[in-house]
């Protein structure tokens, strides 16, 4: 089904918002750099091409005897989520979405052009629009590849800080089956942790060395790759060992399940929107998988338990 005027009329002032939103952001961001402040300009540059669209789409209704409808904001709860997240890691995780925007934007009017253009005026119009909307796709493209180390620097952080969290909470909900004290819970999660951190630190290094034996004409550091993946799973270890050292057994078998769910829905909808993916779907697999390893090793913990009874 080919969208109507009215559609486009609020994706293109949309558009225009969200890119300058994204650009203000940037500019007011403690990462201020030369590179970023180029990519705000170009951005601010889009979002004023997006504003004369929504003109022409505007021209369109009232030509047609209709009225252009209030402006309404796109999904706001999911665009604040954008922003969030853009605060966080930065601007690089964004580019595939806006670019994927732009390829969706261009078959939209493709298909417009074919089926719904009546009058050769709009039609040579539409032509420049989409014109347009490539020279856009190519910035982002552009974009991608200046952001590309960024943006594969944010993923391996990503799956650095996932890998500790689901691990160590599975290791405490197993151990609180078995131990009294929290204490005992801590040091086993803490132990656990490091096992953890060892083993993908080392695995890391020899990854990336292999990478660049294969690969001598690019830039490869195993240890750089070592360093990132050991901090990054240290921060995700530490997330569900913390409520043990404070609060009560379940209490804070609870609260390290909830900031796990939290922390790792963040995470993973940074590599939903990277990777193109959906993110309602991404986000109910991924939580779905955190929650079933929860609860089969508190299980495992509590058939642990039925045989050797409590412990400390």
Known sequence: MVSSPETFYQNELNDSMFYATISRRIKSSLRRSERNEKIAKRLTELSAIESRHAKFWEEIIRRRGGTPPPFKKRNAAYFSYLGFLQRIFGISFLVRYLERGEVEAIREYSDYLDKESREQWERDQLQKIL??????????????????GNADSVRDAIYGMSDGLIEV?????????????????????????????????????????????????????PLKAAGNTAFYYFLGAVVPIIPFLF???????????????IVDGIATSVISIQSNGR????????LGLVTLGFVGTFIVGLIAHHFIGYLG
Do not use: P
């Open 131 to 148: 014109s347009d909307e490539r020279e856009h796709e190519e910035v982002f493209l552009e974009m991608s590849n200046e952001l590309k």
């Open 169 to 221: 909470l599975a290791s405490v909900a197993g151990l609180t089956g078995v131990f009294v004290n929290n204490i005992f819970v801590a040091v086993g999660g803490i132990v656990f942790g490091i096992s953890g951190l060892i083993s993908m630190t080392i695995g890391a290094y020899l990854s990336e060395r292999a990478k660049g034996q294969i690969d001598s004409d690019q830039k490869h550091s």
């Open 247 to 261: 609060l009560q057994r379940y209490i804070a078998l609870g609260t390290a399940f909830a900031l796990v769910i």
């Open 279 to 286: 993110l309602s779907r991404d986000l109910v697999r991924s």
